[in-house]
């Protein structure tokens, strides 16, 4: 399991699971998008569409809800979405990276926010990172 | 933390109350207005926990109270009120929610639904067609940087100005439709940026307009005060300030998140993030949140414009006018004086998912009104009833002048999706004579009226806590959807 949706009464609660702190980022940017576009990121993708983000946070788990909430801005200022992530440099605070998408005409779900809820990136006891995130719809 | 039925007191049939002796943190008790039966459907998501946690909140004073349409949200649920003490309590934006400023407005026809049955359909797609819905969609409207800066001043009053109503219209919205202390400086420029093409937008998710008819009086004389005739068309418009409003809740909350630490303050939830209303993080939010919220007012009004256009098309100019007969906010924070502990105290009263409900007797409520109290408006799921309420003076004793907001949803998303076929339920809900517009099936199911609780349950709660009174009960005919 990389990203999974489990249920929320209102809103839509997502949990990433993965094997490196990389994977988790890569991997909430694709539940994210699939949220906004189902399928979208899963058909042959060009990427044409380049944005460079530099974000610093409080801590790690901050530093991925505030790089999902960049990427959801950069999303609608673009009328795009992104599917990949190319990190330049990451720490527990900062984030140099690069996300590719796609134009897009219309979505499936606008996503209001992405809220800090219930984050929590950890490692499990199976060693992997895991978090819920829970987007406001 | 769990909760269950048996960590809550009875205090009437109506109110229950988890003291402050449940967990450490909590500054005051914990109240639930709710009826036995929604009360179980309260305990099976994550609602009271969230309840607990607001009633930590630095400065919270009285109780950390929940309507009977609470559910579970991020941080505060949904339907919730928390008063703090004005100036040095906390200020919390997820205590007001992304959506800033989401409110109802609901216009008076002089249309009767007998005399037009026929021409429903045709209104929904005119509706429709005039009113932009659906995700991230844009509008007719295109404002320049300058125009952004007057709205976010100026509120309804920008829209009233620019032609897009008419002054009486202002009378009869919340604060006029306008918030004063807005500095449109607050506002970031990506938030300013979301909102150049959204006025005059829905959205999506459970954002509406909705066509509807009177279908019972409960109240007459109220009812005559506020235009309101059985068998009369109105029309509910839910919406709020789009994306700009979403971006600045997003912006000032990390934000403060970091500045919590200077004013050594911890929270159980990050979404409970929060500063000093007095403090510059504090004011520089409030002001923000002020703009947001005359962005919101000024969004509605110009649907308005669009709901009139659409409304003349189809009965032509001279069949009468749609008034505004009321604009309440259900997400937002208001500077308010209410009574603590037997005196008055100035609060910072955050109500999200809650409305406003004085009662009669304030300055600022339209001069019809004023003797009779504020409407407040509850709109029911697609399919149901929706109703209009008046607010009392006993709402200020017990809920800080609040009252619920909707029905309150029951069912997630996904599971609303997974037990409704969406296509059959708009054949269905056209076979009763309602007709929905909507910009994908995915929409119709996922607001279907089985998501959400029964309204009249609702309802019944808050009209036997007396913090408001029915005056009327609306039924759907049209629903236009993102």
């Known amino acids: 399991m990389k990203f999974e949706f489990h249920p929320h009464t209102a809103d839509i ?22 949220i906004m576009k189902e399928g979208f990121c899963n058909r042959p993708f060009k990427g044409s569409l380049k944005v460079d983000l530099r974000i610093t946070s409080k801590d790690r788990t901050c530093l991925l809800i505030d790089f999902l909430s960049e990427a959801l801005s950069v999303s609608y ?22 996300i590719y998408g796609e134009a897009i005409d219309k979505l499936d779900e606008e996503i209001k926010a992405v809220t800090y809820h219930e984050a929590n990136l950890i490692k499990n006891k199976q060693n992997k990172w895991e ?7 | 933390m769990k909760i269950g039925k048996q960590h809550l007191s009875k205090i009437e049939d109506y109110l229950w ?3 402050k002796s449940f967990h450490k943190n909590m500054l005051v008790p914990a109240r639930v207005l709710a009826h036995e039966p929604i009360l179980d459907d309260i305990i099976g998501d994550r609602s009271l926990v969230q309840l607990v946690n607001v009633a930590s909140l630095p400065g919270i004073q009285g109780a950390s109270w929940v309507m009977p349409d609470v559910h579970e949200g991020y941080g505060f649920p949904i339907g919730g009120v928390a008063a703090t003490s004005h100036p040095d309590g906390a200020i919390s934006p997820g205590g007001i929610g992304y959506d800033i400023n989401c409110g109802v407005r609901l216009l008076t026809s002089t249309i009767m639904l007998e005399e037009v049955k026929d021409k429903i359909e045709a209104l929904s797609k005119e509706m429709y067609a005039q009113i932009p819905s659906g995700m991230g969609k844009g509008g007719f409207l295109h404002l320049s940087q300058k125009e952004m800066e007057d709205v976010l001043s100026l509120g309804a009053k920008w829209a009233v100005d620019k032609g897009y109503g008419n002054t009486k219209d202002l009378a009869f919205i919340e604060n006029n439709g306008h918030l004063p202390d807005a500095d449109p400086s607050k506002v970031s420029e990506r938030a300013k940026s979301r909102g150049l093409d959204q006025l005059g937008t829905i959205g999506s998710g459970n954002h509406f307009v909705e066509v509807d008819y009177v279908d019972e009086i409960y109240e007459p004389e109220v009812a005559e005060a506020f235009g309101l005739k059985k068998g009369q068309l109105v029309v509910l418009i839910h919406t709020g300030s789009r994306g700009l409003g979403h971006q600045i809740a997003t912006d000032h909350i990390k934000i403060m998140m970091i500045a919590m630490e200077k004013y050594d303050i ?55 006018q749609l008034e505004l007969m009321y604009d309440v906010a259900h997400n937002m924070a208001k500077l308010e004086t209410h009574q603590v502990d037997g005196k008055p105290h100035a609060l910072i009263v955050h109500r999200k998912g809650a409305t406003r409900a004085f009662g009669p007797g304030f300055s600022e409520l339209p001069e019809s009104y004023n003797l009779l109290g504020q409407p407040v408006i509850i709109p029911g799921s697609m399919g149901t009833s929706s109703y209009i309420l008046i607010g009392t003076s006993k709402s200020h004793d017990l809920t800080f002048g609040s009252c619920c907001h ?38 119709i199911a996922e607001e279907a009226p089985i998501a959400y609780k029964d309204v009249n349950l609702v309802v019944e709660t808050v009209s036997d806590a007396g913090i408001a009174k029915k005056v009327a009960k609306l039924r759907p005919v049209a629903v236009v959807k993102g």
Not at chain 1, 13 to 30: D, G, H, P, Q, S
Not at chain 2, 292 to 300: L, P, S, T, V
Request: charged share 25%; glycine share 6%.
């Open chain 2, 406 to 443: 909707g029905a309150g949803r029951r069912l997630s998303r996904t599971a609303s999706k997974k037990q409704v076929n969406a296509p059959q339920l708009k054949e269905q809900l056209k076979e009763r004579g309602i007709y929905v517009q909507a910009g994908s099936f995915k929409g």
């Open chain 2, 266 to 320: 911890r929270v159980p939830d990050r979404e409970l993030t929060c500063v000093p209303f007095s403090s510059l993080e504090g004011q520089n939010y409030y002001k923000a949140m002020c703009a947001a919220a005359n962005y919101a007012w000024a969004n509605r009004q110009v649907i308005t414009w669009e709901a009139r256009k659409a409304w003349a098309n189809i009965f032509g100019k001279d069949h009468g």
């Open chain 1, 131 to 137: 978090t819920f995130i829970i987007f406001d719809i």
């Open chain 1, 13 to 34: 609660r997502m949990k990433v699971e993965a094997n490196t702190i990389t994977e988790v980022f890569e991997a909430a940017l694709l539940g994210m998008s699939e």
């Open chain 2, 17 to 19: 109350e988890i003291p």
């Open chain 1, 77 to 98: 200022d673009e009328k795009a979405v992104f599917c990949q992530l190319q990190i330049k440099k990451m720490g527990t605070n900062l984030l140099e990276a690069s």
